[in-house]
T-cell receptor, first 117, second 116 residues
Framework: DTAVSQTPKYLVTQMGNDKSIKCEQNLGHDTMYWYKQDSKKFLKIMFSYNNKELIINETVPNRFSPKSPDKAHLNLHINSLELGDSAVYFC????????????????FGEGSWLTVV | AQSVAQPEDQVNVAEGNPLTVKCTYSVSGNPYLFWYVQYPNRGLQFLLKYITGDNLVKGSYGFEAEFNKSQTSFHLKKPSALVSDSALYFCAVRANRGSTLGRLYFGRGTQLTVWP
């Protein structure tokens, strides 16, 4: 009964390739996120969707494009991969409409380890 | 601007001893504070949160945290550490208003090592 599941868990690819990471949550949450964890374990938000609408778009290169076909799914597509994109990407979700989000717990997936060679 | 500081990169403690992992924060308005734990090659697991009410919050696996508004701190504690508690711990703060509404800001993490 995985709450937030993302695939693949491990991904090794060459520079210049395009890849996607998929995420699904079965918690019935309205809001989903993508976070990036760098090699120093620092976590930073990339995107957030609330009911399929983009709410947060941090300073992320245009090569990163999230897509939310429905509120239970938020996929991340990365074009023209670069060495610096190597990181762990976490999908997450939380309950509630945007204005009431602050106190709600964010639940994370197990992460997708992306290595660009 | 919202921020979280975890002043210790590493905390080492003997099994059975009490442990404290420190966290201080800066946020506009009332803070919503969270602790997460990350085991090697795993995702973040929610431990506990402070939203309002009692300053002492109890969470999973015997952990608790104390909210101190005057010191802007939210230290994580456990009375008796276990070897299995060894992991990376993250403190996080969320703003309840303003342009950064909804964003969860993380500290840089504290590696807890409990030795037998």
């Amino acid at each position: 009964d995985t709450a937030v599941s993302q695939t693949p868990k491990y991904l090794v690819t060459q520079m210049g390739n395009d890849k996607s990471i998929k995420c699904e949550q079965n918690l019935g949450h309205d809001t989903m996120y993508w976070y990036k964890q760098d090699s120093k374990k620092f976590l930073k938000i990339m995107f957030s969707y609330n009911n399929k609408e983009l709410i947060i778009n941090e300073t992320v290169p245009n090569r990163f494009s999230p897509k939310s076909p429905d509120k239970a799914h938020l996929n991340l597509h990365i074009n023209s991969l670069e060495l610096g994109d190597s990181a762990v990407y976490f999908c997450a979700s939380s309950q509630g409409s945007w204005g009431s989000l602050s106190g709600n717990t964010i639940y994370f997936g197990e992460g997708s380890w992306l290595t660009v060679v | 601007a919202q921020s979280v500081a975890q002043p210790e990169d590493q905390v080492n403690v003997a099994e059975g001893n009490p442990l404290t992992v420190k966290c201080t924060y800066s946020v506009s308005g009332n803070p919503y504070l969270f602790w997460y734990v990350q085991y090697p090659n795993r995702g973040l697991q929610f431990l506990l949160k402070y939203i309002t009410g009692d300053n002492l919050v109890k969470g999973s696996y015997g952990f608790e945290a104390e909210f101190n508004k005057s010191q802007t701190s939210f230290h994580l504690k456990k009375p008796s550490a276990l070897v299995s508690d060894s992991a990376l711990y993250f403190c996080a703060v969320r703003a309840n208003r303003g342009s950064t509404l909804g964003r969860l800001y993380f500290g840089r993490g504290t590696q807890l090592t409990v030795w037998p």
